[in-house]
């Protein structure tokens, strides 16, 4: 793991004179006896904390009275304090690490048992070193609660070594006795000395000493007593962590001043972003988990942060809410039923639940979807008629001579004046233009998987001139919070669906067309001319556009759109509304042909020259008849059985009305012939393809 530190700077600092001033730091005891108190701490160069020497040497004392001399050592010792010949020395390099050394001179039974003690007495010196160092306010939270633990546990020892020293004043103290009594803290202040030596080296500060206590009390799961010493010092220590964790999980706050907590807050990314912002980075990226979580909440790190931002979303629609708090509801880590567990849960499905309702009820999510399918999806095709009938002569416009304040009237009017007028969020639809065509746009979208081989591994044909029919879409206003859903990545691709239903829809009026010119002179009899050819051609392409506007409407968008509506209506979360509603566009978009460049340029082609040829149907027409004669068409004169040699004379055997038919034949059937084997290999990998290709293959049959 690596290790978290605060970066914080809004703590205050710690006093100067706390550190200058060693009276008033609690080391004082240790520091330089004969030294001027006026001295700097800073400014000693020798190694020993005392200069002066005893006047005697121990070994020319008696065994008892060297005994009982050591024993008063050892007690001084034991609190950080140098005798008469225990000295304490400083390891060159390392302010923090002390030696103890006995008198060479001293009976070797008493330094035997000495040097055996001296690892508790070094312990304590650490301890409290640490203790006055963490308590700084840079620290943190979890610092200061562990060095406040730290410091009950010190005042429990130095209350031993006050008893120790009492028996001791009563005579009843052997350095046997001494070594009896200090043994069972000896293995609690040394496990305690090797994690404050591993958080020291590393500076740890917040989850990474929570961990390092954790991991600690495992190492130790075979001595009860200093696991149970080490997972006390953990509970102490996270109690401040977890006063952080309960305001973010109960009222969606981050109270975090030494920014230790495992979430954090961009406050640059507002929610305003999300009707702008392709990426959402709102949703995915205001609240985000930190490196460095503690290890008994990594299991449930995704939950806690889905739960404070629950509770901010509500609080940004203006609906405070908190999660209801019991006696039972305070967060504690230990124990055999992992209450924390239930706690953050029971928060997280409050939270979910109440969020869900507020977008389903109060901004009923499900009638902005439903209007969405209307308009971007065609569901209800009745304004989108009136519209293309008197948005006709500005949609055929370049891009840069179309009118959006007149398309948006235009489609205003349409709106008015159809059955839209009954739906109230009709309002918020409003209408663009794109400045590329739609393979041009696929190839831009990063995140969408064929974007690559848009543009790359296929050749991009841009029309000479695009106009408003190739680039018109309309948009949605989506307020907050439903902008979460249906964010603006989730509008691109109902836009990108739209324009490929609105282009084939219009495909379809331009065949429609072309189709009424040739019933216009159906009385003619034409059978075995070009222009018997040419309506037999109009009907297959008309056959063509309808089979695929049947498969994307009837095959494709209403049958996903009944799944994803069903899918919402048991979702628990709104991050599974946000999933179900992502599938579903992503689903659609593959489903459409959208995402298969190879299948879709196939089938723009298609469409290309079906446009071509609805164009020249007029062309082709006249020329195959003498014009003055259609006039005659009205009076029925053309229809009469009688004049068959008539009717025969207003043909033509223009030959270049004929190759033009033929031209178009052959192109329109090799390009249908030719998608029909690319939708048949494809429907192995994509299923849904197998209906498109038995329609295809049906036209091609036609033929």
């Known amino acids: ?151 009950a546990l010190l005042l429990d020892y130095q209350a031993m070594v006050a008893q120790l020293e009492h028996q001791f004043q009563l005579g009843r103290l052997s350095m046997q006795g001494l070594w009896f009594y200090c043994q069972p803290m000896m293995g609690s202040m040394q496990a305690l000395s090797t994690v404050i030596q591993k958080a020291s080296t590393n500076n740890f500060a917040g989850s990474a000493v929570l961990n390092l206590l954790q991991s600690q009390a495992k190492a130790m799961a075979g001595d009860n007593a200093v696991r149970s010493l080490l997972e006390k010092m953990t509970q102490c220590a996270s109690n401040a962590y977890l006063g952080i964790l309960e305001r973010w999980v109960y009222e969606g706050v981050i109270d975090d001043p030494y920014g230790e907590f495992f979430i954090a807050e961009n406050k640059s990314l507002q929610k305003e972003s999300l009707t702008l912002d392709y990426d959402a980075k709102f949703w995915r990226q205001r609240y985000s988990l930190k490196d460095g979580i503690p290890s008994f909440l990594a299991n449930i790190a995704g939950k806690i942060l889905t739960t404070g931002k629950y509770l901010n979303v509500m609080r940004e629609c203006g609906h405070h809410v908190q999660v209801p708090v019991s006696e039972n509801s305070k967060l504690m880590i230990f124990g055999s039923n992992h209450h924390y567990l239930e706690c953050i849960k029971a928060a997280y499905d409050f939270a979910s639940s109440e969020l869900l309702n507020l977008i389903k009820e109060k901004y009923d999510l499900i009638g902005k979807l439903r209007s969405i399918k209307h308009y971007l999806l065609l569901d209800q095709g009745d304004f989108l008629v009136h519209f293309m009938d008197i948005s006709r002569d500005e949609l055929t416009k370049k891009i840069d001579e179309i009118s959006v304040e007149k398309l948006q009237s235009l489609l205003d009017l349409a709106l008015r004046t159809t059955a839209a007028a009954a739906d109230p969020c009709n309002e918020d639809l409003t209408c663009c233009v794109e400045r590329s065509s739609l393979l041009k746009r696929l ?43 249906i964010s603006r990545k989730a509008l691109t691709k109902y836009q990108l669906i739209f324009r490929f239903l609105f282009h084939c829809k219009h495909v379809d009026r331009q065949l429609c067309g072309a189709w009424q010119v040739h019933q216009g002179v159906r009385a003619l009899k034409m059978r075995g001319t070009a222009i018997s050819r040419s309506s037999l051609l109009c009907r297959s392409m008309l056959k063509f556009i309808n089979s695929l506007l049947h498969y994307l409407t009837f095959e494709v968008l209403e049958p996903n759109w009944h799944i994803m509506h069903s899918r919402l209506q048991t979702a628990k979360s709104i991050d599974e509304v946000v999933q179900h509603h992502d599938f579903f566009l992503d689903k659609c978009l593959r489903e459409c042909l959208l995402l298969l460049p190879e299948v879709l340029k196939k089938v723009e082609k298609l469409k290309s020259l079906c446009l071509q040829y609805a164009a020249a149907t007029q062309w082709l027409i006249s020329s195959s008849i003498d014009i003055p004669k259609l006039d005659e068409l009205s009076d029925g004169s053309v229809g009469n059985s009688k004049s068959p040699s008539r009717a025969l004379k207003l043909t033509t055997r223009n030959p270049s009305v004929a190759d033009s038919i033929l031209k178009f034949e052959k192109e329109f059937n090799a390009e249908l012939l030719s998608l029909g084997p690319i939708l048949s290999s494809s429907s192995q990998a994509e299923p849904y393809l197998t209906h498109l290709a038995q329609w295809i293959l049906g036209v091609g049959k036609d033929q």
């Open 1 to 151: 793991m690596e290790p978290t530190t605060t970066t914080t700077s809004s703590f205050p600092s710690t006093p100067r004179w706390n550190i200058d001033r060693p009276f008033l730091t609690g080391r004082f005891h240790q520091e330089a006896k004969v030294t001027s108190r006026f001295t700097e701490a800073k400014g000693f160069s020798v190694d020993s904390f005392s200069s002066a020497g005893p006047d005697k040497a121990i070994g020319c004392f008696d065994a008892a009275v060297q005994e009982l001399i050591v024993i008063d050592d050892l007690l001084s010792a034991m609190v950080g304090i140098e005798g008469r010949y225990i000295l304490i020395k400083r390891v060159r390099g390392k302010e923090d690490n002390v030696t103890f050394q006995v008198d060479p001179s001293m009976d070797l039974a008493l330094q035997e048992l000495a040097k055996k003690i001296f690892p508790l007495c070094e312990s304590f010196m650490m301890i409290n070193q640490f203790v006055e160092s963490r308590s700084q306010f840079k620290n943190g939270l979890v610092n200061h609660a562990f060095a406040a633990a730290l410091r």
């Open 443 to 485: 190839g831009a979208l990063k995140d969408l998987e064929a974007s690559r081989t848009f543009s790359d591994g296929i050749d991009l044909e841009e029309p000479v001139s695009v106009t408003g029919l190739e680039t018109f879409s309309l948009s949605y206003k989506v307020q907050w919070p439903l902008s979460i859903v």
